[in-house]
């Protein structure tokens, strides 16, 4: 089992450029979650996903958008990039939504110029 | 909504010595309490976590104490060792949001010196 599996690990991107990173998890979880962290902020959730079909705003959604593909995947796009968004971004997913634990992935280390 | 607050930011210790972090959260709602441990350059991973109906629980080297009324945790580490260097989060769920996200504090970097 791989658990969770970001795509790329690491990206360079120019103010104004869109992408999309890539988040699948093989663990058959009903959650998923997206998260940006800086130094000294801890993990601050930008969007999760309840359950297939379901996306929701967590407490930084503001410039980017989220698709829950299919129950394995989820995916987070910056559709014009700032660089306040240069942050590491973590994928996450647990079982259900309610008092479990989340498995992290890699991480995704974002840099915009 | 939930605030989670950790204390210390950095932690020092000698090899052997004990460890202790401790974070605070404002829901009373709240009624899981994780704890990660994440690496220089890697995932944040779970190392153990604690539901409100439990006062305390110990993993080896590792507990985690739960105190309702005051509504705080902490994480104690025995025996440390150079591995156990690392960044500690702390996190709240609460079962009063409408979903019973995890609330993050901010971390504790803990140096373990040889």
């Known amino acids: 089992n791989a658990g969770v599996t970001q795509t790329p690990k690491f990206q360079v991107l120019k103010t104004g450029q869109s992408m999309t990173l890539q988040c699948a998890q093989d663990?058959?979880?009903?959650?998923m979650y997206w998260y940006r962290q800086d130094p000294g902020m801890g993990l601050r959730l930008i969007y999760y996903?309840?359950?297939?079909?379901?996306?929701d705003k967590g407490e930084v959604p503001n410039g980017y958008n989220v698709s829950r593909l299919n129950k394995r995947e989820f995916s987070l796009r910056l559709e014009s990039a700032a660089p306040s968004q240069t942050s590491v971004y973590f994928c996450?997913?647990?079982?259900?939504?309610?008092?479990?634990?989340?498995?992290f992935g890699d991480g995704t280390r974002l840099s915009i110029l | 909504g939930e605030n989670v607050e950790q204390h210390p930011s950095t932690l020092s210790v000698q090899e052997g010595d004990s460890a202790v972090i401790k974070c605070t959260y404002s829901?009373?709602?709240?009624?899981?309490f994780p704890w990660y441990k994440q690496e220089l350059g890697k995932r944040p991973q779970l190392i153990i976590d604690?539901?409100?109906?439990?006062g305390e629980k110990k993993d080896q080297r590792i507990a985690v104490t739960l105190n309702k009324t005051a509504k705080h945790f902490s994480l104690h580490i025995t025996e440390t060792q150079p591995e156990d260097s690392a960044v500690y989060f702390c996190?709240?769920?609460?079962?009063?949001?409408?979903?019973?996200?995890?609330?993050f504090g901010r971390g504790t970097q803990l140096t373990v010196w040889p």
């Open positions: 996450a997913s647990s079982e259900v939504l309610r008092i479990q634990p989340q498995h």
């Open positions: 996903s309840a359950s297939e079909g379901t996306t």
């Open positions: 663990m058959n979880h009903n959650s």
């Open positions: 829901d009373s709602a709240s009624n899981y």
């Open positions: 996190a709240a769920s609460t079962r009063g949001s409408t979903l019973g996200r995890l609330y």
């Open positions: 604690i539901r409100s109906n439990v």
